[in-house]
């Protein structure tokens, strides 16, 4: 590893790494997507990855969970880590990876089934609770936390597709939750939500952190100023910069950053 380059690239995750990122190349085909990444994820903060369109956000945050696996002619190369354990060369059964780090995706993507149902899935195909009484708890809890329960207490056997944009991906984020993860990516949770739907799901991002490590794709600064400790800047399949959030955004090092945050591109 280029210790060089690293550092600088690099500060120190404010926690204890969740997930370790070195030497990182990906390519679709001959034409490579991401360049020698080096990052840590720190244990229960929100990273932000941000960067103009085509940087290579969403590919790397899809390395983190081996989504790039299912993707035809893309090849990811260098090590990637969750507490230490190689993800990529290791033996480790993706399907069981998957559990471990959920996502979340840009648009709401419900099952078409009821809500309940939603939330039961995946702890009924991991297995992960014995009974009915488990199972209620479960999807209970999980629509709790994801500050949904409320909301759809008194609807639970009506259709996931039938809630707002806004409901629907806090319906997501319960359904990520239920299988008990230890990371949530989340590429661009809010795009297709409005202000107030976008303002739900930010502080529940901050309450979330407290259990869980997040990682999360944005176009938008001041979301990323809010909702994360540690922010990664790419450009052009590059970590240019990565810090604590308020330091890359008030003091970037390097001028690439600099011309990001104030407009001059992106
Ligand atoms: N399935 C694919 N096949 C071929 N090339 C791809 C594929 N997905 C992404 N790319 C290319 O890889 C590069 C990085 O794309 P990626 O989607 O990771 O960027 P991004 O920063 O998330 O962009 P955006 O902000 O627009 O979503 C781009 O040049 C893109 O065209």
Redesign the pocket.
Known sequence: MDMQNYTTQSETATSEPKITARDVNVF??A?Q?LKSIQLDIGANEVTSLI??????????LRCLNRMNDV?E??TVEGRISLDGVDLYNSGLDPVLLRARVGMVFQKPNPFPKSIFDNIAYGPRLHGTVSNKDELDERVEKSLRRAGLWEEVKDRLDKPGTGLSGGQQQRLCIARAIAINPEVILMD?PCSALDPIATAKIEELIDELRERFTIVI?T?SMQQAARVSQRTAF?HL?ELVEVGETDRLFTSPQDDRTQGYITGRFG
């Open positions: 679709y085909g034409s997507a960067g103009p369109s085509g940087c290579g956000k969403s590919t790397f993707i002619n893309c661009e794709v176009h790419f399949g």
